[in-house]
């Protein structure tokens, strides 16, 4: 009888642990989900999201995302309206004040990338980059810091990649760009996205620049948010105890 009762106690101890589990990755789910309608909200005007949208074809990015990037975009330029948009990045977000040169924001440095995400900001307009970056800034500031910006050339797409943790022994993307939810990257988001060695990078001017000013350039009002709605409580690095890496 000892034995059964021990067995039981052991059981039940087994399934609150998988119970809490699943609470937590619901809870931490729900926040990184949060913070990425915040982003997608915020950033409705984009190059190449509205020409992903145009084309029609496959579902990379949701339709309500596809909509945003349209419908904001018509609304900002009726006429000519790839054009413009291609012009407010090529004249003003991408183009660095002090010399004229137009640069990817994967090799802006120091205060050229803190002075692009001040333009976008105030522009409304990000591409796959300033939007993986967005997300990456309220991540570390949350309490979780494994994760890399990831430059995909086999899609020209940019993306935010969180390290295995316990919640998620594969890792998992954010994505905002495309209007999707985090999801874990398992062997399907993997093959979606074309995720091989060969053809990915890692922009380190922005990671070393989110380890130096992610505090500073961090939306307070989204942090605040985040933290009443998801974590009550849990101090001002919610994911530090939560998201752990897996090792």
Request: charged content about 25%.
């Amino acid at each position: 009888m000892r034995f059964i009762k021990t067995g039981v106690i052991v059981l039940l101890c087994f399934y609150a642990t998988i119970g809490l589990g699943n609470d937590q990755k619901k809870q931490v789910e729900g926040a990184l989900n949060y913070l990425s309608v915040l982003i997608q909200q915020k950033y409705q005007l984009s190059t190449t999201g509205y020409q992903t949208a145009m084309n029609k074809k496959g579902t990379f990015i949701t339709r309500k995302r596809g909509e945003q990037y349209t419908s904001m975009a018509k609304k900002v330029y009726p006429n000519q309206t790839l054009k413009k948009l291609a012009m407010l990045q090529k004249d003003y977000i991408n183009k660095l004040p002090e010399t004229g040169e137009l640069l990817s924001p994967h090799h802006f440095v120091g205060n050229q990338l803190s002075a692009a995400l001040e333009r976008v900001r105030e522009k409304n307009f990000a591409n796959c980059e300033m939007q993986a970056l967005e997300a990456a800034i309220h991540i570390y500031v949350l309490g979780f810091k494994n994760m890399a910006i990831i430059s995909n050339k086999a899609i020209s797409h940019n993306y935010l990649l969180l390290e295995p943790t316990t919640l998620w022994p594969k890792g998992a993307i954010v994505d905002p760009w495309t209007g999707y939810d985090v999801r874990e990257f398992n062997f399907y988001q993997r093959n979606r996205y074309k995720h091989y060695a060969k053809e990915i990078s890692v922009p380190q001017n922005m990671m070393d620049w989110l380890k130096k000013n992610a505090r500073t350039y961090a939306n307070k009002k989204w942090i605040r948010e985040i933290r009443r709605k998801f974590f009550p409580g849990k101090g001002p690095r919610p994911l530090k105890s939560i998201l752990i890496p897996k090792k």
